[in-house]
């Protein structure tokens, strides 16, 4: 049994596979530095970089001895734009995140086989949306945010213990 969270496990799970992406593996683009919950802003110096960090947990049914749980995950993902339309650059980001998380990060490639289940921790998981946005400062820089759903199963008395 893990003494840790299990939300924690699969945010842990998902950032191990966000830092597969490197264009050597087939991606748009080679990741420099990726945080949880970063709070200060990305220098230009950083790009291109991913902030993540998981929001609400909900309940979503109870089952004998476990609990079906849902939460979400913002991915921010920045970099460069050189003058490309926004829309472009940040499409090339999100096809990025989403091939990483179909990508077990023993199988990084773009064209490995997909493993869905996040290393068997989760039931399901999808994009549930997708925005661009523009960064800040001196040197403006774009990208997306993108919002994962997650559902999965734990132990109706132990937190720690994730259920398959």
């Known amino acids: 049994m893990s003494n840790i969270p299990a939300q924690t496990q699969i945010v842990n799970e998902i950032e191990l596979r966000l830092k597969n992406i490197t264009k050597e593996n087939g991606y748009f683009s080679t990741l420099a530095k990726i945080k949880r919950a970063h709070l200060q802003p990305f220098q230009s110096t950083d790009l291109p970089c991913i902030n993540y960090w998981p929001n609400y947990d909900n309940l979503v049914q109870q089952l004998s001895g476990a609990e079906l749980r849902e939460f979400t995950v913002s991915v921010e993902f920045y970099d460069k734009n050189n003058e490309r339309p926004l829309s472009d650059k940040a499409a090339e980001l999100a096809s990025d995140v989403k091939i990483a998380l179909w990508r077990s990060k023993n199988e990084p490639k773009t064209s490995d086989k997909p493993n869905q289940k996040l290393g068997n921790l989760v039931d399901s998981f999808a994009i549930t949306?997708?925005?661009p946005v523009l960064?800040?400062?001196p040197s403006p820089f774009c990208g997306v945010v993108v919002t994962i759903t997650i559902q999965y199963r734990t132990s109706?008395?132990?937190?720690f213990l994730i259920k398959q």
Request: charged share 30%; proline share 10%; net charge negative.
């Open 135 to 137: 960064g800040e400062g």
């Open 129 to 131: 949306s997708i925005e």
């Open 156 to 159: 109706d008395n132990n937190p």
